[in-house]
């Protein structure tokens, strides 16, 4: 696929979107969709899967996928292209929070999963997607982090490591690939209101808005209007960044 034209317009296009049963994964895997990309819908849970493509409608193809697997990332990558044609958007959506605890008792099996879904996960998507995007000359993949990765949060040790680890990632792919037509940039949000927190208490809430300057959660649509932009030939010049979107909480 050649360069496009520059514009936000996604028409003709495959995306993947991982983690899109619910919450930032769904909204983006929405927005694209209203731009006209063929969206699949990557998951490991089924029943969400079809709750989100009935949402989104028939053009929507749902891939149950475990991003820990790399034989079922591989999988799936192969069953898009013969469903909808080869992908030239990547969002890597899919993550978890794993456990609140000290780090001195922080558990290392819950550290491993952490590790091996936001941050190996990515990595095995990534593997799967930049051959296809290199030999076509174009393709845009978009990393969700977020601002925890960059000014640490206490008790989820895992979660700042892995999120911290991706945008690393994401610098050093999008400086490999800088001449190869892909663009590869990550997303640093401050907290979402979505199912990734489990059950929200009123402390709980305001702990997590205490460090926002706007003093309320980001919208999962707004991070999907950020996630727009970098997934099209819009975003031309940026490659291995970090957008955040955060409130005015982000301090570099």
Not at 50 to 77: L, M, N, S
Not at 129 to 152: C, E, F, L, Q
Not at 186 to 207: H, K, N, Q, V
Request: aromatic share 6%; proline share 4%.
């Amino acid at each position: 696929m050649s360069d496009p034209s520059p514009s936000r317009s996604l028409s003709g296009q495959v995306a993947v979107v991982t983690g899109a049963a619910s919450g930032l994964g769904l909204a983006i895997a929405e927005r694209l969709t209203e731009e006209g990309a063929q969206v699949a819908l990557w998951d490991r849970d089924p029943t969400g899967l079809g709750h989100a493509r009935e949402k989104i409608g028939a053009t929507a193809r749902a891939i149950v996928a475990d991003v820990t697997d790399t034989k079922a990332v591989r999988a799936a990558w192969t069953k898009t292209k013969e469903s909808l044609g080869t992908p030239s958007i990547l969002v890597n959506s899919a993550g978890i929070l794993g456990p609140s605890a000290a780090f001195a008792d922080y558990p290392e099996e819950a550290w491993q999963r952490v590790l091996d879904v936001n941050l190996n996960g990515t990595f095995r998507c990534c593997q799967a997607a930049v051959p296809d995007m290199v030999a076509a000359g174009y393709g845009r993949i978009v990393n969700i982090a977020s601002v925890a990765g960059k000014d640490g949060n206490p008790y989820v040790a895992g979660y700042v490591a892995s999120k911290a680890a991706v945008i690393g990632l994401t610098k050093s792919m999008g400086k490999e690939l800088a001449t190869r037509g892909v663009l590869v940039n990550a997303i640093a949000p401050s907290a979402s209101e979505t199912a990734i927190f489990g059950e929200l208490t009123d402390a709980y809430r305001a702990r997590l808005i205490a460090n926002v300057p706007m003093g309320r959660f980001v919208a999962p649509r707004e991070i999907a209007e950020m996630a727009l932009w970098l997934a099209s030939s819009a975003c031309s010049f940026s490659t291995g960044a970090t957008f955040d979107i955060s409130g005015g909480r982000a301090t570099f």
